[in-house]
């Protein structure tokens, strides 16, 4: 049987401690001994830039992309966009960032040496408001709404967070945001912003049956009043 090896570990300002592991080929991520992330099954990951990317109208789109993980949304955003994109990603530990530019780089095919990308290792609350407007925001940097594992994160599933990136986008654009569960609070949240929205489940296993993760897809074209 294998073991795991432990690759790197991290310490949030806050304390929090950052593992990545390896056993075989399976890679983790655990934050305070949870899973964070691992390249165990990448389907949700995978989809929520691909369902994100065809929405966008845009030969030249500007991209947000917040969480790096292990690269694969960023993977499949840069298949899905023009020589043209720019897509700039915002992860908060730079440890992270480093383990995507060493061991973790083939997972998904070396995406951080690709000319149309940026990286950011700030707040992705701070980018969302400094850097905009954007053609698209994904948001895959906690394990959803319900499971918020970095603090200052939790106001992007509040109605100030949301009207924040909903300022932050160009007209028509497309915010997709990944949850590991179905969050009926935030559904609600985004019934009373009177945005256009859906939840779409992507099965992890076979198609139409659980376990499944959610994508949350949203066009604030409607603006909600202040």
Same mark, same amino acid.
């Given at each position: 049987?294998?073991?795991?090896?432990?690759?790197?570990?991290?310490?949030?300002?806050?304390?929090?401690?950052?593992?990545?592991?390896?056993?075989?080929?399976?890679?983790?991520?655990?934050?305070?001994?949870?899973?964070?992330?691992?390249?165990?099954?990448?389907?949700?990951?995978?989809?929520?830039?691909?369902?994100?990317?065809?929405?966008?109208?845009?030969?030249?789109?500007?991209?947000?992309?917040?969480?790096?993980?292990?690269?694969? #949304?960023?993977?499949?955003?840069?298949?899905?966009?023009?020589?043209?994109? #720019?897509?700039?990603?915002?992860?908060?530990?730079?440890?992270?960032?480093?383990?995507?530019?060493?061991?973790?780089?083939?997972?998904?095919?070396?995406?951080?040496?690709?000319?149309?990308?940026?990286?950011?290792?700030?707040?992705?609350?701070?980018?969302?408001?400094?850097?905009?407007?954007?053609?698209?925001?994904?948001?895959?940097?906690?394990?959803?709404?319900?499971?918020?594992?970095?603090?200052?994160?939790?106001?992007?599933?509040?109605?100030?967070?949301?009207?924040?990136?909903?300022?932050?986008?160009?007209?028509?654009?497309?915010?997709?945001?990944?949850?590991?569960?179905?969050?009926?609070?935030?559904?609600?949240?985004?019934?009373?912003?009177?945005?256009?929205?859906?939840?779409?489940?992507?099965?992890?296993?076979?198609?139409?049956?659980?376990?499944?993760?959610?994508?949350?897809?949203?066009?604030?074209?409607?603006?909600?009043?202040?």
């Amino acid at each position: 049987m294998n073991i795991w090896t432990e690759l790197g570990r991290a310490k949030t300002a806050s304390g929090d401690t950052i593992i990545l592991r390896q056993r075989g080929e399976l890679f983790d991520i655990r934050f305070n001994g949870w899973e964070l992330m691992s390249n165990r099954n990448v389907a949700s990951e995978t989809a929520l830039a691909q369902m994100v990317c065809r929405r966008i109208d845009r030969a030249a789109p500007k991209i947000l992309i917040g969480g790096l993980g292990m690269g694969y #949304t960023l993977r499949a955003a840069l298949d899905a966009v023009g020589a043209g994109a #720019t897509v700039i990603v915002c992860e908060l530990l730079k440890e992270i960032v480093a383990w995507n530019e060493g061991v973790l780089s083939s997972l998904a095919g070396h995406p951080l040496g690709d000319e149309r990308v940026t990286v950011l290792t700030k707040n992705v609350v701070d980018v969302i408001e400094q850097s905009g407007p954007f053609d698209a925001i994904m948001l895959d940097t906690d394990n959803g709404p319900d499971c918020v594992v970095h603090e200052p994160n939790q106001i992007l599933y509040t109605k100030a967070g949301l009207l924040r990136i909903s300022r932050a986008l160009r007209d028509s654009a497309i915010v997709g945001i990944w949850s590991a569960t179905k969050s009926q609070k935030f559904e609600d949240l985004l019934d009373s912003l009177d945005w256009d929205w859906q939840q779409i489940q992507i099965s992890l296993g076979t198609p139409g049956e659980e376990p499944f993760h959610i994508i949350y897809l949203a066009d604030p074209s409607a603006r909600a009043k202040t």
